[in-house]
């Protein structure tokens, strides 16, 4: 932990900045700045390889749950219905239970050994289509006496091989699909495939994840548009109004014994603080029954009983292992959509490694690490279909905006949101209780969130020329794009037709996912229209993935394997050709060991674009 630092009379332990990241481009060594100016507003209050203190670990860990909470939750709710499990709480329960025990197990991989960015794992609703277009195909549908409450026993041997089967099905073509994943991470397919994309590709994939998403949000909030109108304004009120007011805590150290520390907790806990507010009123407002008893009426969404039935069936302690339905089984129809899925998620999660680097004031991925995140990222789909979540694994979004929002991207605390999640798959009724936050709130959450993501992919355009009409062409269709073609076949979905199954599924997936659409338009424009590397930003944008780029001590102490594996590896030289594995410590002519010239940070490094989020 960094010492503390006097601000303007105003003693802040918590928000102590110190490091190479968080210093603004303009502060030149020994340069203070003053906490008030314009400039320290848009420093990182922790950057990635800061460790903020245990307690504030656990809060920001909290927050970061509670932000992916709402995709997480939704996939096994909306699974049940495919796996014809609408009338088994219990069972749905055991679901969530077990995709947070492995979206935790899975964070911890990517953060430590993965792309090694704060970055969340969770499930992916890029596997969800492909899933429910399976389930829904004629040897899957369900039989109709499971639609019925009545006539459901969920302890009967029968209607357990119902959902179980399908399940496993699921299983085994998620564990198949994911090996796709595995291959291109490993080999390197996407480090190489990196060199052919830009900001004219990056931006619109970036900004499509949140556009695409304005559906859900909407439908969400739109259950109870006052209390999900409340949560955006209270997130809004404490991440940009309230940010630079400090709240007095009692704090204790040695040298100033009990004494009070001024937190600057607005700005770190904006989303922990919305949510809770709004969920407590939703609480009261169900006690007094306030909000409408009847499943018709409007605002009955809002209140916090609905899943009282889940809190009391859920176990306590509920321990979620590998094969717990059974052994996996493969259908090839399955595999083959799974695929398309895990195509666009690749490409989503390639996009949400920058836009979380940019977020969290990291250097920009070298290709090693890019390589090694989507590898874990395909580990962490065979570890998700091995213990049947009935889904994958893909880098959360939603957490990558609240990098932005909270300027804390100390990648400790996304350590510590995986312990959290682990804990909450293995304690039945903590994953419970969460159930009970409505989804107006979730859906306000959203309002924030996603449009933060959106305006972090647009501003990948500053590297690129935007008075080019060329430039405004590509980015301009790609988005446009983006959003008109997806829509279309959602209503459409008939309207591909080839004869064959799975390459039907395919196509469906691949065009109804925007990021998808919107990148594979970016990518084929930007390299097939002519124009210089100049106007198409390729010459700033490369500084950023340059392979000497790596070398550097500042994205070494991000990016590098962790435990000295890195140190161990560059013992061997053959090792540094195999495309996961960082090139090593870079050697001096003096024999030292340590490139001066690689502590002076790269012109990319420095640029105060990496800063301003």
């Known amino acids: 932990m960094a010492p503390e630092k006097e601000s303007n009379g105003l003693d802040n332990y918590a928000f102590a900045l110190e490091g190479r990241f968080c210093d603004l481009p303009d502060t030149k060594p020994g340069e203070e700045m003053d906490a008030s100016?314009?400039?320290?507003?848009?420093?990182?209050?922790?950057?990635?390889?800061?460790?903020?203190?245990?307690?504030?670990?656990?809060?920001?860990?909290?927050?970061?749950?509670?932000?992916?909470?709402?995709?997480?939750?939704?996939?096994?709710?909306?699974?049940?219905?495919?796996?014809?499990?609408?009338?088994?709480?219990?069972?749905?329960?055991?679901?969530?239970?077990?995709?947070?025990?492995?979206?935790?197990?899975?964070?911890?991989?990517?953060?430590?050994?993965?792309?090694?960015?704060?970055?969340?794992?969770?499930?992916?609703?890029?596997?969800?289509?492909?899933?429910?277009?399976?389930?829904?195909?004629?040897?899957?549908?369900?039989?109709?006496?499971?639609?019925?409450?009545?006539?459901?026993?969920?302890?009967?041997?029968?209607?357990?091989?119902?959902?179980?089967?399908?399940?496993?099905?699921?299983?085994?073509?998620?564990?198949?699909?994911?090996?796709?994943?595995?291959?291109?991470?490993?080999?390197?397919?996407?480090?190489?495939?990196?060199?052919?994309?830009?900001?004219?590709?990056?931006?619109?994939?970036?900004?499509?994840?949140?556009?695409?998403?304005?559906?859900?949000?909407?439908?969400?909030?739109?259950?109870?548009?006052?209390?999900?109108?409340?949560?955006?304004?209270?997130?809004?009120?404490?991440?940009?109004?309230?940010?630079?007011?400090?709240?007095?805590f009692p704090s204790y150290s040695k040298d100033k014994k009990l004494h009070i520390s001024r937190v600057y907790v607005f700005q770190i806990l904006p989303v922990l603080l919305g949510i809770t507010i709004s969920w407590l009123i939703c609480y009261i407002l169900t006690i007094y029954n306030v909000l409408p008893t009847d499943p018709q009426r409007y605002g009955y969404m809002a209140r916090t009983d609905l899943k009282g039935d889940v809190m009391s069936q859920a176990p306590w302690f509920t321990f979620p292992y590998p094969g717990q339905w059974g052994m996996p089984t493969v259908s090839l129809a399955g595999v083959v959509g799974i695929l398309a899925g895990v195509i666009s998620s690749m490409i989503e999660s390639v996009g949400d490694y920058h836009a979380c680097a940019r977020l969290s004031g990291a250097p920009p991925p070298p290709k090693h690490a890019i390589n090694r995140g989507i590898g874990i990222e395909g580990l962490g789909c065979l570890l998700a279909g091995a213990w049947g979540t009935g889904n994958g694994t893909t880098s959360y979004s939603e957490n990558v905006g609240a990098l932005g929002i909270t300027k804390v991207g100390s990648r400790m605390v996304i350590i510590a949101s995986g312990v959290l999640m682990v804990v909450m798959g293995v304690f039945g009724k903590v994953g419970a209780i969460f159930t009970t936050i409505p989804t107006p709130v979730i859906g306000g959450m959203f309002m924030v969130m996603f449009g933060v993501i959106s305006a972090a992919g647009v501003s990948n355009l500053q590297y690129a020329d935007m008075n080019s009409s060329r430039n405004i062409f590509v980015f301009g269709f790609s988005m446009f794009s983006g959003l008109v073609i997806p829509n279309w076949i959602v209503k459409h979905p008939d309207a591909i037709a080839t004869g064959v199954v799975e390459l039907d599924q395919v196509l469906l997936v691949l065009l109804t996912t925007s990021m998808f659409v919107g990148g594979f338009f970016g990518f084929i424009l930007d390299n097939t229209i002519p124009g210089s590397k100049h106007e198409r930003g390729i010459l700033a944008w490369n500084k950023a993935h340059e392979d000497d780029s790596s070398n550097t001590l500042e994205s070494g102490e991000v990016y590098n394997l962790p435990f000295g594996i890195t140190s161990y590896l560059s013992s061997s030289s053959w090792l540094r050709y195999i495309p996961f594995c960082p090139p090593g410590v870079p050697t001096l002519l003096d024999g030292s060991g340590t490139d001066t010239n690689a502590l002076e940070p790269n012109s990319h490094v420095t640029d105060s674009s990496w800063y301003k989020h």
Not at 60 to 72: K, M, N, R, S, V
Not at 94 to 100: E, P, R, V
Not at 116 to 137: C, H, V
């Open 37 to 248: 100016t314009e400039g320290d507003s848009n420093k990182l209050a922790y950057c990635v390889t800061d460790v903020p203190p245990w307690y504030l670990c656990i809060l920001l860990g909290i927050q970061h749950c509670l932000t992916a909470f709402g995709g997480i939750i939704a996939i096994p709710l909306i699974l049940s219905q495919g796996l014809c499990l609408q009338h088994d709480g219990l069972t749905q329960s055991h679901l969530i239970s077990t995709i947070f025990f492995v979206s935790g197990l899975c964070t911890l991989l990517q953060v430590t050994f993965g792309i090694r960015l704060p970055i969340l794992q969770g499930g992916t609703f890029t596997l969800l289509a492909p899933s429910m277009a399976m389930l829904s195909m004629p040897e899957w549908t369900c039989p109709a006496w499971t639609q019925n409450a009545t006539l459901v026993n969920t302890s009967s041997p029968e209607f357990i091989e119902v959902w179980q089967s399908r399940m496993r099905a699921l299983q085994g073509s998620i564990m198949v699909g994911s090996l796709l994943q595995v291959f291109v991470g490993f080999s390197g397919l996407i480090g190489l495939f990196m060199r052919f994309i830009g900001p004219l590709t990056i931006a619109p994939t970036i900004s499509l994840i949140g556009l695409s998403l304005f559906d859900s949000a909407g439908t969400s909030a739109g259950n109870h548009w006052g209390l999900a109108t409340l949560t955006t304004a209270l997130i809004t009120l404490f991440s940009q109004y309230l940010r630079h007011i400090p709240v007095p």
